[in-house]
T-cell receptor, first 113, second 114 residues
């Protein structure tokens, strides 16, 4: 399984755009990239998933360059409530390794007023 | 649609005891996964059940076991509790358990072993 590397922590201010980059140099052809968000003492929550180029939903955008060796989660105009840990996961579609998400250390985002 | 529910939310046990945690998945979801989260080790996969069968298992000792019922509800049991078992135990459900399925997590059970 592809190993992911992301910054341990990031600071931002309310209203700013935040970009969190995840490195996954040995990503495989059938791997998808997924981001989860976790607040203290709660379970992680799915944010976005993509395979290549750009994916956008109502809360975030995911940018994946052509070589797919990295990906960037973009959070537009963050608020204090976006303070959380963000996890980047890489996993193959249709794998026999069912139901298993491999979480790294994640990026702790602190949004300041 | 109701989310994933876990009971109890908090639990205090002493070393040597055993504990059973319960998880009710989202209606229609047949895959249930369990995770342990500690400050030191982060989120670690315990096991996954689908249609009452354990399909996948993480690297935990045999004291950790689980089962799934015909209605997809799942229970996790830890026997002979150790201090190191203190953690937040999370369950997650998904439609099929495929790695690209969205997993929906419950609020967790906070277990404290004294």
């Amino acid at each position: 399984l592809a190993k992911t590397t992301q910054p341990i922590s990031m600071d931002s201010y309310e209203g700013q755009e935040v970009n969190i980059t995840c490195s996954h140099n040995n990503i495989a052809t059938n791997d998808y990239i997924t981001w989860y968000q976790q607040f203290p003492s709660q379970g992680p929550r799915f944010i976005i998933q993509g395979y290549k180029t750009k994916v956008t939903n109502e809360v975030a955008s995911l940018f994946i360059p052509a070589d797919r060796k990295s990906s960037t989660l973009s959070l537009p105009r963050v608020s204090l409530s976006d303070t959380a840990v963000y996890y980047c996961l890489v996993a193959p579609h249709g794998s026999s390794n069912t139901g298993k998400l491999i979480f790294g250390q994640g990026t702790t985002l602190q949004v300041k007023p | 649609k109701a989310g994933v529910t876990q009971t109890p939310r908090y639990l205090i046990k002493t070393r040597g005891q055993q504990v059973t945690l319960s998880c009710s998945p989202i209606s229609g979801h047949r895959s249930v996964s369990w995770y342990q989260q500690t400050p030191g080790q982060g989120l670690q996969f315990l096991f996954e059940y689908f249609s009452e069968t354990q399909r996948n298992k993480g690297n935990f000792p045999g004291r950790f076991s689980g089962r799934q019922f015909s209605n997809s509800r799942s229970e996790m049991n830890v026997s002979t509790l150790e201090l190191g078992d203190s953690a937040l135990y999370l369950c997650a459900s998904s439609l099929r358990g495929d790695n690209t399925d969205t997993q929906y997590f419950g609020p967790g059970t906070r277990l404290t072993v004294l």
